[in-house]
């Protein structure tokens, strides 16, 4: 019976390939990076090939990874420039719906804010009645009237306080309520001033920024920067 064997002499994939010289070069590290070490030029110099053989294959690999990859990439880019316009246009139009939308929420945010001073008002007018009150009553009807005053001054308060806090928002019958927020933004007028701050209150911030500068001026060769020390790191290139 002949069996089947198609596909069995297939040569191997550019994967399998780079795998296995990355294999053979790994074990032949494996090799010299045993302990012992190195005895003469000779050695040296077989060390430095293999050391050169493995950049020029580790090259290889990263030119087959960016030639794989590169269809899939550009596959990826062609789905977002398809939706790129149709979700420009979406956000433009949110864009302007919320401009609209803002007018009215600042107008009834206003709006509320003068109820709630207008609450406030009555509640501290109410309250100093209620005092009044307590300070004259005379009769068991004018305790009374004066409690009547001190509930009515605390229910005002409430409702002041309550349009203090009410959001301007707009519901609609889809989704959620759509709400004005209010963000502060920071403008640096005094870099001077800042950074004195943030040094005293937040010095962890600054350390990888000063390092990554200072860094950058002992490539440069300056090596007298105040507050820093340099020392020699020796590695093979």
């Given amino acids: 019976m002949n069996k089947d064997m ?20 790994y074990a032949e590290a494996n090799n010299w990076a045993d302990g012992t070490e190195i005895a003469d030029d000779e050695q040296a110099g077989a060390v430095s090939d293999l050391i050169n053989m493995i950049r020029d294959h580790t ?12 269809p899939h990439m550009d596959a990826a880019k062609a789905v977002d420039e398809t939706h790129k316009p149709i979700k420009e246009s979406l956000d433009r139009a949110a ?3 919320k401009s609209v939308l803002l007018k009215w929420q600042t107008k ?17 007018e109410e309250a100093r009645k209620a005092q009044e009150a307590i300070q004259q009553r005379e009769t068991l009807e004018d305790a009374e009237l004066a409690e009547q005053r001190v509930k009515e001054a605390k229910r005002l308060e409430q409702q002041a306080n309550a349009a203090a ?12 309520a759509v709400s004005m927020r209010t963000k502060h933004v920071a403008t640096v007028t ?7 701050w943030l040094w005293q209150n937040r010095p962890g ?9 200072v860094q950058q001026e002992v490539n440069r060769k300056n090596h007298s920067i105040p507050g820093v020390e340099i020392t020699e790191e020796r590695s093979v290139a």
């Fill in 6 to 25: 198609t596909g069995h002499n297939n040569p191997p994939s550019a994967i399998d390939e780079l795998e296995q010289v990355a294999g053979d070069l």
């Fill in 165 to 176: 806090k009410a959001n301007a928002n707009s519901k609609g019958s889809v989704g959620r």
């Fill in 95 to 97: 864009g302007i719906l």
């Fill in 190 to 196: 005094d870099y001077k001033a800042a950074a004195g």
């Fill in 59 to 70: 090259k290889k690999v990263e030119g087959n990874r960016k030639a794989e990859k590169q």
């Fill in 205 to 213: 911030c600054f350390s990888e920024t000063i390092e990554k500068l």
């Fill in 108 to 124: 009834k945010e206003a709006e509320q804010r003068a109820e709630a001073e207008r609450l406030r008002k009555l509640a501290e």
